[in-house]
């Protein structure tokens, strides 16, 4: 298997894989999508809440914005020892929302959400929740703690996980005019004309849609699109909670244990229908 980074920023994180098949490009897809952890709002405790946004809508927007998390520091509740409601230091953390409008309509923003663990704080802080209206306040206690994307979207930590295949673009140069009728249709800019010769200059960013192959005069097709086999373009895009090239390493780890203990547990199988086995033919011989 061979891994190249194409592109990498503090949110984006766009590879290559070589040397694996369709089910474990999709697994690793929908394991970065359900299995990564992040923190998110869980609970809820409105002291006071005089907008016009009701009490449930005002925890469910709060569980939606997205919080810096630390896999390090956390647990998940359910491995936590406390076994408390609201949770410990070791898998929950506490913020406060007090906000008042005076004389004005006022918008009321994530960065006056106060967390009692500076390192899980929003992700930016310029998120709205609410607005209100003169003399309306709000007054919460909400209690975030780490959480799987299989069990509520609020915890998936990517706003895209995706994959295709890796394009192949081959041009028969004997039959190619360069008459550039491929070029005009290609939505994602991956050909052009250079000195009279048609030329791929960006060809990781082909769709495989085949609007060149078809729109070309020539029969068959100057043009040829193809897909390489076994190899794949991942588009992970982080909604900020944990960086982009953490979540894939993450994803990874849980992918291999799954699959260590997939195997063990056919192992074992295997090994219960070899012991039955043998019983019954002992229990024959005794006939």
């Known amino acids: 298997m061979e891994v190249k980074i194409l592109h990498k920023d503090d949110k984006k994180l766009h590879f290559q894989v070589?040397?694996?098949?369709?089910?474990?490009?999709?697994?690793?897809?929908?394991?970065i999508i359900n299995e990564v952890p992040t923190m998110a709002i869980d609970e809820v405790v409105i002291i006071e809440n005089s907008s016009v946004m009701y009490d449930e809508v005002l925890a469910h927007r709060l569980g939606l914005v997205p919080l810096k998390t630390d896999l390090d520091t956390f647990i998940l509740p359910e491995e936590c020892k406390c076994q408390s409601e609201l949770g410990c230091n070791k898998c929950s953390v506490s913020l406060t929302l007090n906000a008042e409008a005076s004389d004005s309509i006022r918008t009321v923003y994530s960065r006056e959400l106060r967390s009692d663990n500076p390192d899980v704080t929003p992700i930016n802080d310029k998120i709205p929740i609410v607005?209100?209206?003169?003399?309306?306040?709000?007054?919460?206690?909400?209690?975030?703690?780490?959480g799987h994307g299989s069990k509520h979207a609020k915890w998936q930590p990517v706003s895209v996980s995706s994959y295709k295949h890796v394009p192949e673009i081959i041009v028969n140069r004997r039959k190619c005019d360069a008459c550039g009728q491929c070029v005009e249709i290609c939505p994602k800019g991956v050909l052009d004309i250079k000195?009279?010769?048609?030329e791929v200059v960006a060809e990781e960013k082909c769709t495989l849609c085949d609007d060149c192959e078809v729109i070309c005069p020539k029969t068959p097709s100057?043009?040829?699109?193809?897909?390489?086999?076994?190899?794949?373009?991942?588009?992970?895009?982080?909604?900020?909670a944990l960086p982009p090239e953490q979540i894939v390493i993450e994803a990874t780890k849980i992918l291999r244990k799954k699959?260590?203990?997939?195997?063990e547990q056919i192992n074992q199988l295997k090994i219960a229908k070899v012991k039955k086995k043998t019983k019954k033919v002992k229990t024959k011989k005794k006939k």
């Open 195 to 198: 000195d009279k010769r048609l």
């Open 131 to 146: 607005k209100l209206a003169p003399s309306q306040k709000i007054k919460l206690e909400a209690y975030a703690r780490l």
């Open 18 to 31: 070589n040397g694996i098949s369709t089910p474990v490009a999709n697994a690793l897809r929908r394991t």
């Open 222 to 240: 100057a043009i040829k699109i193809k897909n390489v086999k076994n190899a794949f373009i991942f588009n992970v895009e982080s909604t900020g």
């Open 259 to 263: 699959s260590k203990d997939f195997a």
